[in-house]
Structure formats: structure tokens, C-alpha cells
């Protein structure tokens, strides 16, 4: 009887082995098709940390053995810097995430975006409400770093708001940068492709965003300080840089031009995909 359960174990363990290994395989065959998406979605993280911290950085404190330090030395304290930059990416991801994300699910095999467009509104309505919607979650968002990037850092974050309505208008028109931009990615790219879309545009966009520096220290390589300008995540940046903080930034009039061209370029891209993918 002791012989015939130990067998039966065996036997047991041996199909599991099996299954797992026939598993292991499968999924290995699988990323062998999708090879190079694969490595591209590995290696930007590293990439971009290494670009921002090694190179980046040390051009904008001319080479100084703290990067960090001489930087938050002439900006008032590396805190300073990230705040507004923390609040940037939070509208930008919770943005993306409220809208893009839903999407690739809606516009699956289940077409549960047909139920939504079945309401009594034209089809741009609809898309204008994942927008505004988006933003509103965005907004939350940025008043919830607020506190914890305000108190956590050890060294003093020095707060100064110039004009308040310039905030608010800051931070509305970068929620719906922030929300277009979701219905753009999310209308855009196939829904099985989301994944891959968030290493190869969401955290290249970030780390080129004037998130960890001002742009105005970009100066020391001009490339990439003209580079980053398609870059709607450099304008939430300095616009709340510019609302928050004494740093250095861009021109006011130039913050709200570029965040209202967003908004309507991204709008636009996004609501003609939407209807296509609707319509299809």
C-alpha cells in the first residue's frame, strides 16, 4: 500500500515537472517572436537613469564631483526641484492610467466600448469625457504629492506661490494634456502593445521631462534642451516649477502657449482615433 501512494507521488510530480517545463517552453517560444520589443522595454529604464544621472547631471553642475548637490545648491535644495516634477508625473500617470489603460480593455475582444457609445451623445462627447474625467483623477493626483513631497524630504522645500490662479490654470490645462494624451496612446496602439507603450514612450517622456532639473540648466547641452520641447511633460514641469517654487524656468506665456497647443493637438489625434476604433 506504502509502495502504491509513493508511486502515485512520483508519477504525480513527474507530469507537474512536465507540464511546467511545457509551459516554460511555450513561453519562451513566445518572446522569441517579440525579441526586440522585449529588449527595448528592458533596457530603457537603465538607460535613461544612466543618460539623467551620469551624463545629463554632471554637464549641468560643469562636472562637479556631487552633481546633486551643486544642482540643488543653485536651485534651493534638491526637494525644490522634485516637487513640482513628482506633481508632473503624478498628473501624467494618473492621465494615462485613467484613460489608456480602460481603453486597450474596452477596444478588446469584448467591445465593451460599443455599450458606452450607445449613449445618446455624439462620439466626440464621449471621448471628451475620458478626457475631463482623466483630469479630474489627475488633480487629486497632484494634491496628494503635494503634502508628501512637501514633508518628506530632510532638507526644507521652499513653497512660494507667486499668484494662485496661475496655478490652478496650470495644473487644469495639465490634467487634460494629461487625459489627451491617455486617449491618444490608448486609441493608437493595439491593446496587447499597452505594456510595451509605457517603457518606450511613458518613461522616455518622464525622464526627459524636466522632472529631476530645471530646463534652464539645460543650457550646458543645448541638443537636449531643444530636444525635450516636444515633450508636453516639460511644460507641466516648469509650469508648476514656475507656480511653486523660486527655481529657475521657462516664460510664463510660453508654459500656457505649449500646454493649450497640447491639449488641442492631442485632442484632436485622440478623438479621430477614437472614432476610428469606434467605427471599425
Same mark, same amino acid.
Given at each position: 500500500?506504502?509502495?502504491?501512494?509513493? =508511486?502515485?507521488?512520483?508519477?504525480?510530480?513527474?507530469?507537474?515537472?512536465?507540464?511546467?517545463?511545457?509551459?516554460?517552453?511555450?513561453?519562451?517560444?513566445?518572446?522569441?517572436?517579440?525579441?526586440?520589443?522585449?529588449? @527595448?522595454? $528592458?533596457?530603457?529604464?537603465? /538607460?535613461?537613469?544612466?543618460?539623467?544621472? =551620469?551624463?545629463?547631471?554632471?554637464?549641468?553642475?560643469?562636472?562637479?564631483?556631487?552633481?546633486?548637490?551643486?544642482?540643488?545648491?543653485?536651485?534651493?535644495?534638491?526637494?525644490?526641484?522634485?516637487?513640482?516634477?513628482?506633481?508632473?508625473?503624478?498628473?501624467?500617470?494618473?492621465?494615462?492610467?485613467?484613460?489608456?489603460?480602460?481603453?486597450?480593455?474596452?477596444? %478588446?475582444?469584448?467591445?465593451?466600448?460599443?455599450?458606452? $457609445?450607445?449613449?445618446?451623445? *455624439?462620439?466626440?462627447?464621449?471621448?471628451?469625457?475620458?478626457?475631463?474625467?482623466?483630469?479630474?483623477?489627475?488633480?487629486?493626483?497632484?494634491?496628494?504629492?503635494? *503634502?508628501?513631497?512637501?514633508?518628506?524630504?530632510?532638507?526644507? @522645500?521652499?513653497?512660494?506661490?507667486?499668484? +494662485?490662479?496661475?496655478?490652478?490654470?496650470?495644473?487644469?490645462?495639465?490634467?487634460?494634456?494629461?487625459?489627451?494624451?491617455?486617449?491618444?496612446?490608448?486609441?493608437?496602439?493595439?491593446?496587447?502593445?499597452?505594456?510595451?507603450?509605457?517603457?518606450?514612450?511613458?518613461?522616455?517622456? =518622464?525622464?526627459?521631462?524636466?522632472?529631476?532639473?530645471?530646463?534652464?540648466?539645460?543650457?550646458?547641452?543645448?541638443?537636449?534642451?531643444?530636444?525635450? /520641447?516636444?515633450?508636453?511633460?516639460?511644460?507641466?514641469?516648469?509650469?508648476?516649477?514656475?507656480?511653486?517654487? *523660486?527655481?529657475?524656468?521657462?516664460?510664463? +506665456?510660453?508654459?500656457? =502657449?505649449?500646454?493649450?497647443?497640447?491639449?488641442?493637438?492631442?485632442? +484632436?489625434?485622440?478623438?479621430? %482615433?477614437?472614432?476610428?476604433?469606434?467605427?471599425?
Amino acid at each position: 500500500m506504502t509502495e502504491t501512494i509513493a =508511486t502515485s507521488n512520483d508519477t504525480r510530480m513527474t507530469v507537474y515537472t512536465r507540464a511546467f517545463a511545457g509551459l516554460m517552453l511555450r513561453d519562451f517560444r513566445v518572446l522569441t517572436r517579440e525579441l526586440m520589443p522585449f529588449l @527595448v522595454r $528592458v533596457a530603457m529604464n537603465p /538607460l535613461l537613469f544612466l543618460f539623467v544621472f =551620469t551624463y545629463v547631471m554632471p554637464h549641468m553642475s560643469g562636472g562637479g564631483a556631487s552633481p546633486m548637490a551643486s544642482i540643488a545648491a543653485s536651485t534651493g535644495g534638491f526637494g525644490t526641484v522634485l516637487l513640482p516634477g513628482l506633481m508632473a508625473v503624478a498628473i501624467m500617470f494618473s492621465g494615462i492610467a485613467a484613460v489608456a489603460l480602460p481603453l486597450a480593455q474596452e477596444f %478588446g475582444i469584448t467591445r465593451e466600448i460599443d455599450d458606452r $457609445v450607445m449613449c445618446p451623445l *455624439p462620439i466626440a462627447a464621449v471621448a471628451a469625457e475620458k478626457i475631463v474625467f482623466s483630469a479630474i483623477q489627475s488633480v487629486i493626483a497632484a494634491a496628494l504629492v503635494f *503634502p508628501l513631497a512637501y514633508y518628506i524630504p530632510s532638507t526644507p @522645500v521652499k513653497v512660494q506661490v507667486g499668484s +494662485w490662479l496661475f496655478l490652478i490654470v496650470v495644473i487644469i490645462l495639465a490634467s487634460l494634456v494629461a487625459g489627451a494624451l491617455g486617449l491618444t496612446i490608448g486609441t493608437s496602439v493595439q491593446p496587447k502593445q499597452i505594456g510595451l507603450i509605457f517603457g518606450v514612450v511613458v518613461v522616455p517622456i =518622464t525622464f526627459l521631462g524636466c522632472v529631476y532639473y530645471p530646463w534652464a540648466l539645460l543650457n550646458q547641452i543645448p541638443w537636449l534642451q531643444y530636444g525635450v /520641447l516636444v515633450n508636453p511633460i516639460v511644460y507641466m514641469s516648469e509650469g508648476l516649477r514656475s507656480s511653486l517654487t *523660486p527655481s529657475a524656468h521657462m516664460p510664463d +506665456w510660453l508654459i500656457l =502657449t505649449m500646454l493649450v497647443f497640447f491639449l488641442l493637438l492631442l485632442t +484632436w489625434v485622440g478623438m479621430k %482615433g477614437f472614432a476610428r476604433r469606434v467605427l471599425s
